[in-house]
């Protein structure tokens, strides 16, 4: 059995825990991050615990985190414009996972993404990491909820074909934008306490934005439907994104 940690070891721990940059924040934005991660880790854990996981299901699971690692690497040499919107289309994954395997696993997706970014890609604000993949967690966790609950057939079944095969796109379109919506105003909420006189558009960076959101839903919801088709097809999707990401931050 491994000792416990020492009183020396402890104090270290506090010494690490207040030196977070999180703790330099105004109240009203700091008790909203903090309550926003809260929330996605119990839920995290809950829909984990609830969850019935099989052989196969892990396997698409970590296929798909793989590809979202590999999207990361592709273009962590390449430097983010300070002050940009940042675009790592790992939400291309998430969506392929909200809809294609049971909801717990969209609630933990962002997880080992987030730690893998933060081991590999130099962050001066951790907390903002862990504050994004938080409200991506409740987002893609909600969005895979109502897909497997607005109409478990569909989910059961998967595409199919035909009229079923475009009514199953339909809603998985549907189910990304929701995610979308959920993620964004999480986001809004926390950047209206940190600059309370910014507009809307000055936050979300008007029609490009928009433009890129769209371009992103675009490449989610048909790599979902090629997923839902044969897991083993990913492959062929992970290239055209792997560039795309990479002409995004060259093209900031």
Known sequence: MAAPPSRRDRDSILTRVRRWQIWTLSWPLKGYLLGVITVAVAVTAVAVARADIDGGDVAVYLGLLGCGIVTIESARTVHEIKGAISRDLQTVWYLAIAITLP???AFLA????AAYRLWRVRQS?????????ATISLAYG???LAFHYAEPAAAARGPGTGA???AWTGLVACCGALAWLINNGLLLIAIRFAEP???VQELFGGRETIAYDLI???LAVPLTLVVAISPGLMAFGLPSIALYRRYLLHAQ
């Open 103 to 105: 909801y717990a696993f």
């Open 110 to 113: 962002p997880v080992p993404l």
């Open 125 to 133: 604000f951790a907390y903002r990491r862990v504050f994004s993949n």
């Open 142 to 144: 909600a969005a895979s």
């Open 164 to 166: 079923h095969a475009l």
């Open 197 to 199: 006189a910014a507009r």
């Open 216 to 218: 992103e839903l675009s």
